[in-house]
């Protein structure tokens, strides 16, 4: 039995540097992925949730953890995905949603705006800050942004939708 002289917390602050692989100005913390730390006798079990079902980034990000972890001296680590509670906006932090805004990609509106009618949200420009914008398609990148374009500074910008 190997006993890890880690705490939660330190794990934690580990996990705080791995940034989200598809926008890498904020860390999978900051974007609420990462639910919680388990520690067990043997080393820890973290537990992450996907900002969207399907999300193609998750593989990539539980070897970034085992990864960053090994790395640093955390004996036997696993990584449990989650999808119940489905993430919500909510979990993100505020400086994760400036962070959004200040890379270009509107940030989500408020966890009650209403998620399936796109054209009853202002979105603002992440740029200009207009209100002046129009949807281009519902999917973006990645399933979790749609893309606009404002007719104000005509420029096209991502909007990382409401769930």
Known sequence: MVVSSFS??????????IPDPEIPVVSIQEMGMLRDVVMTDEGCEVIITPTYSGCPAMGLIAQDIKMTLEMKGVPSVSVKLV?????????MTDAAKKKL?????????????????????????????????????RFGATACKALYRCEDCNEPFEYFKCH
């Open 83 to 91: 999808d119940s509670p489905a993430w919500a906006t909510d979990w």
């Open 8 to 17: 939660k917390d330190d794990i934690f602050e580990m996990l705080s540097e």
């Open 101 to 137: 805004k200040d890379y270009g990609i509107a940030p989500p509106l408020h966890s009650s705006c209403n998620k399936g009618n796109f054209s009853d949200n202002v979105i603002l420009c992440p740029l200009c800050n207009s209100d002046n914008t129009s949807i281009v398609t």
